[in-house]
């Protein structure tokens, strides 16, 4: 299956919206964090994860011409996956975090 990243780069004078591509097995719906990072290692970004919520990555190396990677949409074909920061913020606070047997 494959997946269409929609990302802006972040530069100092302006932003770029780029589309990465990622190859993901049938049984996957989504990529993780290690696909995401090894399709921006591919496009040449050295990049680690800084804000899972966000999905934003900023660079390992100083000195790169840009500021910081941001993921706007995940394009599997399907059905266009769009992460929603207030939606996941707010079950969060419904959901218990501790799952303890009645």
């Known amino acids: 299956m494959e997946c269409i990243v929609h990302f802006d780069v972040h530069h100092k004078d302006g932003v770029k919206q780029l ?5 993901l097995p049938e049984d996957k719906k989504i990529p993780s964090e290690k696909d995401l990072l090894q ?3 591919e ?3 050295k990049l680690r994860m800084d804000n899972r919520d966000r999905m934003i990555f900023t660079p390992t190396e100083p000195g790169s011409g840009y ?4 993921v706007r949409e995940l394009d599997t074909g399907e059905k ?3 992460e929603d920061a207030e939606l996941k913020s707010l079950l969060s606070n419904l959901i218990p975090q501790d799952f ?3």
Request: charged letters at 25%; glycine letters at 10%; aromatic letters at 24%.
């Open 39 to 41: 399709m921006f290692m």
């Open 67 to 70: 500021e910081w990677i941001r």
């Open 100 to 102: 303890r047997p009645i």
């Open 80 to 82: 266009t996956y769009k």
């Open 19 to 23: 589309r990465g591509l990622i190859f």
């Open 43 to 45: 496009m040449g970004y």
